[in-house]
């Protein structure tokens, strides 16, 4: 039994239900003992090291995938290799040729990524790769399991005569056959076997015109089974020959057993790694099948943060009808310790309790969890749990007597690094009077210093939690429009039963719920009442503060979307001005060229060509620092067009304000075509390119 939890703390939590599903992923028999007997572990060490294993495991699926065992285990193997003179079968050698191998794969694997999956390559970082162990078993048996004729020089020559026999053998039987079939002395099914030997069928008439032994008959006596005379010494010969055969099998596999009895160590540690591995993989496969991740481990800090918590179980039972499970956020730590959950009944009280109980367990047991990102929690040395009656006729225990029992033990036993549960504390007495003494247990708990959860329809427990300052109160939601529970925990305030809304819903009648609520307390039926109202208030505000976020987070995307396509067309612009100028360029320089070309029509050749290099390197001094600015420009779209595709354009740098004003010739940033600034308003401008008209950023212009 776990000195964290008990057994029955187990059962109470279903941690015995999730281990079997666990223990279903394993691939033997060995591994799922094991992962039935799982239970929490305090040590830091062994805990991280576990869940990191599992981390990295789960991890692979997605990464390069950790090689599949191949094989199965090899414990009768081994207990037989421990007596004298056994021989070991074919198929048991070839069980401990598929470990080896698969060992070697793993430890290959590992050795190869070890700094991708640097915990679990310490698993296996103890065995070394030998191929020793294979090759003493492929050397005897074939891929079949079947001794090779090379395992020895006897063998091979057995094997030979025995080819050499079984040929004499069968042709002498043929001849016979064909003789005694064209005599007509055969039955229509003409041969069969007998003790694995070849025999004629010959009708009871004819048995004595066959030269031969009787083999036997049929049911009916009609037909004999005759083994040919002619046959009769080589089949003798071949019988000794088999029997050869398998005394030297025997020799060889004997041989091959104190061969491989030398290996048991390395056997023994094969099939550990073997269970081991399977241990790990059956616990990452599970914690992928229900999302689960490994939260953030502070080990000196007792406290839990759930985020987006799942009951594993009812959300795979969920899953499977296609219904929604609701997450909750629960978190326990130094400022408050202890949370009172109050609500309606079937309204999720119980399950939110479990929750934290079976993840606690759960994670320090080596599996993760099925949380959101971000969450976290210490390491607890004690769990202890109070749900359900588990009344016990053999023992003569009532509901009630079995809670003051547990709530014995828990004041005995309670301290500073326990999480305690409590499910409906207080019931199974007077209301007043089992809530007086709930109150006081209460209040006794808390000055342990111990964290907790508890559930409860007491107003005097709800009370008590407002007032102390590390615990507090939460609720589980209740929709009274539709009358169903909504199952989110709300924290900070209490919750109502809605015991005559409940009622209502299950059709209790109308007048009954009138008549008991004449009969309650009115201060008992306003002070509901107004947890009531404030439960449906505070879930009016959770709704519009919903609603505002979601408003917020849309006009964000809006804004983003409006900016991201006024960059676009900035961007265009300016490709445009680009291209325009060198348009421009182009047409200048054809109109000075055609018109020196005109200018020296039917001059002396020489003096032309002198005339246009002089031309030419006027032009070039002339377009040098065009080209330089060009190459400027270039620089600057480059990183636009970069971002261009990545749909996210690079802001510019920050330059020195430069006040703009209506009919200054201005640039665009990064541009090189001149324009007028015909309207200003706001932060923007109207800008004059010619006969194209646009609006740029004012901190995007430069006064040309």
């Known amino acids: 039994m776990s000195t964290i939890i008990s057994n029955q703390n187990q059962r109470d939590l279903e941690f015995d239900k999730l281990r079997d599903l666990v223990a279903d992923y394993c691939e033997t028999n060995t591994a799922a003992e094991i992962v039935r007997d799982l239970s929490p572990m305090t040590n830091v060490k062994s805990l991280e090291f576990e869940l990191t294993c599992v981390k990295e495991y789960v991890e692979s699926f997605e990464e390069i995938t950790i090689p599949g065992f191949q094989s199965g285990e090899i414990k009768t193997e081994l207990k037989r290799l421990q007596i004298d003179d056994v021989v070991l079968e074919a198929e048991q050698f070839m069980n401990i040729a598929a470990l080896s191998r698969g060992i070697n794969r793993l430890i290959v694997f590992f050795q190869k990524n070890e700094e991708l999956y640097p915990t679990l390559a310490k698993r296996i970082a103890h065995l070394e790769q030998s191929n020793e162990i294979v090759a003493l078993v492929e050397k005897v048996l074939d891929r079949h399991g079947t001794v090779k004729s090379s395992a020895s020089q006897t063998l091979s020559q057995i094997r030979k005569s025995l080819q050499s026999v079984r040929k004499s053998a069968e042709r002498e039987f043929q001849i016979a056959l064909s003789r005694y079939r064209d005599a007509g002395f055969l039955d229509d099914t003409k041969e069969t076997y007998i003790n694995g030997k070849r025999a004629l069928a010959v009708p009871a008439e004819h048995k004595r015109k066959i030269k031969g032994m009787i083999l036997g008959s049929s049911n009916s006596g009609k037909i004999a089974f005759i083994e040919p005379q002619s046959a009769i010494p080589h089949n003798n010969e071949l019988a000794m020959l088999k029997q050869e055969e398998q005394d030297e099998i025997y020799r060889i596999l004997r041989q091959l057993t104190n061969d491989i009895k030398v290996h048991v160590p390395v056997l023994e540690a094969y099939q550990h790694v073997l269970v081991d591995m399977d241990f790990v993989q059956a616990k990452a496969h599970f914690s992928k099948r229900i999302n689960g991740i490994l939260p953030e481990l502070h080990p000196n800090e007792l406290h839990i943060n759930f985020q987006k918590c799942l009951h594993p179980l009812l959300w795979l039972k969920n899953e499977e009808k296609k219904e929604k499970t609701i997450s909750q956020n629960i978190t326990l730590d130094k400022e408050k310790r202890i949370l009172v959950i109050s609500g309606p009944n079937a309204g999720g009280?119980?399950?939110?309790?479990?929750?934290?109980?079976?993840?606690?367990?759960?994670?320090?047991?080596?599996?993760?969890?099925?949380?959101?990102?971000?969450?976290?929690?210490?390491?607890?040395?004690?769990?202890?749990?109070?749900?359900?009656?588990?009344?016990?006729?053999?023992?003569?225990?009532?509901?009630?007597?079995?809670?003051?029992?547990?709530?014995?033990?828990?004041?005995?036993?309670?301290?500073?690094?326990?999480?305690?549960?409590?499910?409906?504390?207080?019931?199974?007495?007077?209301?007043?009077?089992?809530?007086?003494?709930?109150?006081?247990?209460?209040?006794?708990?808390?000055?342990?210093?111990?964290?907790?959860?508890?559930?409860?329809?007491?107003?005097?427990?709800?009370?008590?939690?407002?007032?102390?300052?590390?615990?507090?109160?939460?609720?589980?939601?209740?929709?009274?429009?539709?009358?169903?529970?909504?199952?989110?925990?709300?924290?900070?305030?209490?919750?109502?039963?809605?015991?005559?809304?409940?009622?209502?819903?299950?059709?209790?009648?109308?007048?009954?719920?009138?008549?008991?609520?004449?009969?309650?307390?009115?201060?008992?039926?306003?002070?509901?009442?107004?947890?009531?109202?404030?439960?449906?208030?505070?879930?009016?505000?959770?709704?519009?503060?919903?609603?505002?976020?979601?408003?917020?987070?849309?006009?964000?995307?809006?804004?983003?979307?409006?900016?991201?396509?006024?960059?676009?067309?900035?961007?265009?612009?300016?490709?445009?001005?680009?291209?325009?100028?060198?348009?421009?360029?182009?047409?200048?320089?054809?109109?000075?060229?055609?018109?020196?070309?005109?200018?020296?029509?039917?001059?002396?050749?020489?003096?032309?060509?002198?005339?246009?290099?002089?031309?030419?390197?006027?032009?070039?001094?002339?377009?040098?620092?065009?080209?330089?600015?060009?190459?400027?420009?270039?620089?600057?779209?480059?990183?636009?067009?970069?971002?261009?595709?990545?749909?996210?354009?690079?802001?510019?740098?920050?330059?020195?304000?430069?006040?703009?004003?209506?009919?200054?010739?201005?640039?665009?940033?990064?541009?090189?075509?001149?324009?007028?600034?015909?309207?200003?308003?706001?932060?923007?401008?109207?800008?004059?390119?010619?006969?194209?008209?646009?609006?740029?950023?004012?901190?995007?212009?430069?006064?040309?």
């Not at 367990?361 to 990102?373: K, N, R």
């Not at 408003?551 to 979307?561: C, L, Q, T, V, Y």
């Open 349 to 704: 009280k119980s399950i939110s309790l479990k929750t934290v109980g079976l993840l606690q367990t759960m994670l320090q047991s080596g599996l993760l969890i099925p949380v959101e990102e971000g969450s976290s929690c210490g390491i607890f040395g004690q769990i202890l749990t109070d749900i359900g009656d588990n009344q016990s006729i053999e023992n003569e225990l009532s509901t009630y007597s079995y809670r003051l029992k547990n709530m014995y033990h828990f004041l005995t036993v309670t301290n500073k690094k326990t999480l305690f549960l409590i499910d409906e504390f207080g019931t199974g007495s007077d209301p007043e009077l089992g809530g007086a003494l709930a109150e006081v247990c209460f209040e006794a708990l808390y000055k342990t210093g111990a964290y907790g959860v508890i559930t409860t329809h007491y107003a005097n427990i709800k009370i008590i939690a407002d007032q102390l300052e590390a615990a507090q109160n939460g609720s589980m939601l209740f929709d009274r429009k539709t009358l169903m529970p909504l199952y989110k925990l709300s924290v900070g305030q209490p919750g109502s039963s809605f015991t005559f809304e409940v009622a209502e819903k299950n059709k209790i009648p109308k007048e009954i719920i009138e008549q008991a609520r004449n009969r309650v307390h009115s201060g008992k039926l306003d002070l509901d009442e107004s947890i009531g109202t404030l439960q449906r208030e505070k879930l009016a505000l959770t709704e519009k503060k919903n609603e505002l976020h979601s408003k917020i987070e849309k006009a964000k995307r809006s804004k983003e979307d409006f900016e991201f396509r006024r960059e676009e067309l900035e961007f265009k612009l300016l490709r445009l001005q680009q291209t325009q100028q060198e348009n421009n360029d182009f047409i200048n320089f054809g109109k000075k060229l055609k018109g020196f070309i005109d200018s020296y029509n039917g001059k002396n050749l020489k003096k032309v060509i002198k005339d246009f290099v002089k031309f030419l390197k006027i032009e070039y001094t002339k377009n040098q620092k065009p080209e330089q600015k060009k190459e400027k420009q270039k620089k600057k779209l480059a990183p636009i067009e970069k971002q261009r595709e990545k749909s996210d354009l690079i802001k510019p740098k920050k330059r020195k304000y430069q006040k703009i004003e209506v009919g200054d010739k201005v640039v665009i940033e990064g541009g090189s075509q001149k324009g007028e600034v015909i309207d200003i308003e706001g932060k923007r401008a109207t800008v004059l390119f010619g006969n194209f008209k646009t609006t740029a950023d004012l901190k995007k212009l430069h006064q040309a």
